[in-house]
């Protein structure tokens, strides 16, 4: 009784659906599944990759002689240097990903600058120099969402300016 009403509540093409679906639900569910479990990796290698940056940011800051925990965020950008490369070479999944982007990007620096900020890493580093425990550090997925627009917004506006030559 309570299908044939769903199955009413569907129309025709709902129906069709329902019975693909029904037909294939293995297939389907083992891609959305796998897909998933893609998209974790790809999430935690970037929140890997985040905190090996803080890491070895705040490693610098604490053997550099010019600087402490009590040092200036662009104090510390200024003065040190952000281990990209050493950071891709020794990550352990060829992807990152948003937490709540749709598809992954293959982990090059170009890529990985523009998910995570220097200064929002300068910011991490004097933190976990002040006892901050790294483990609570994530990339905050506000601040790359904000950063994606503002680079599309760019494009747009590139893309305007050489029309208009």
Known sequence: MVRAFI????GEWG???LYFYEANSCIINSVVLTYGIFMFVSWTN????YRYLIAEMAKQVHTSMD???K???KRVRDSVTIP????IEISPFPFISGMSGLLPKRMNVENLQSMLDE???????INALKGTHIKRMAPSTRKMRKR?????QEKLRQEKDDNKE
């Open 15 to 17: 129906r069709q659906l």
């Open 46 to 49: 970037l929140v890997r990759t």
């Open 67 to 69: 600087l402490n925990h």
């Open 84 to 87: 990209w490369d050493t950071a």
């Open 148 to 152: 994606e627009l503002e680079e599309r």
């Open 71 to 73: 040092s200036t965020i």
């Open 7 to 10: 199955e009413m509540l569907l």
């Open 119 to 125: 200064k929002d890493l300068a910011e991490q580093a």
